[in-house]
């Protein structure tokens, strides 16, 4: 299958992504913070680790072994604290809110905001315009338009 396609099917339409997010897997150096940001969105929204390291590898020449190492500890941080409540927050693209990343055994699409204090959550900017660097990550996105990721249904 095709990776774009699938994190289409997936997630939706990349212009429904937060502009930070899309800037940090395409443009950005990968700080602490912006692996953090990448990694709490794609796990929030359930995108699969290597499809996600695929993509990074792919659209990201700035990418590197320890940013993968930060990544896939997250990822593993997150599924083994099955109790944990309130781990990260990200951006939930199918309730268009910011939403609390949990362990699985507490409620998987708690906004951080509920109630009175939903009013005063701020809209998360969303798509490349936002970017400030449109051109340039539609050029990486047809770039590997046709690149295709393989499951491997026995791991």
């Known amino acids: 299958m095709l990776i774009i396609q699938f994190l289409e099917l997936q997630v939706d339409d990349f212009n429904f992504w937060p ?8 443009i950005g150096v ?12 794609a796990y929030g929204n359930g995108i699969p680790l290597r499809i996600l390291s695929r993509l990074l590898h792919l659209c990201n020449p700035e990418w590197s072994e320890s940013s993968s190492i930060h990544l896939y500890s997250l990822y593993h941080m997150w599924r083994v604290e099955s109790g944990a409540v309130h781990q990260t927050s990200y951006y939930n693209v199918k ?5 609390w990343l949990n362990g699985e055994d507490h ?4 906004f951080v905001l509920n109630g009175d204090e939903a ?16 051109e340039e990550i539609v050029a990486k996105l047809n770039t590997i338009h046709n690149e295709e990721y393989v499951f491997d249904l026995l791991h």
Do not use: M, Y
């Open 19 to 26: 502009s930070d997010v899309l800037f940090d897997i395409f």
């Open 107 to 110: 409620i998987q699409n708690e």
């Open 30 to 41: 990968p700080t602490f913070q912006a692996v953090e940001r990448i990694a709490s969105f």
């Open 119 to 134: 009013a005063a959550d701020v809209g998360v900017p969303l798509g490349f315009a936002n970017t400030k660097h449109e």
């Open 95 to 99: 309730h268009k809110k910011v939403c």
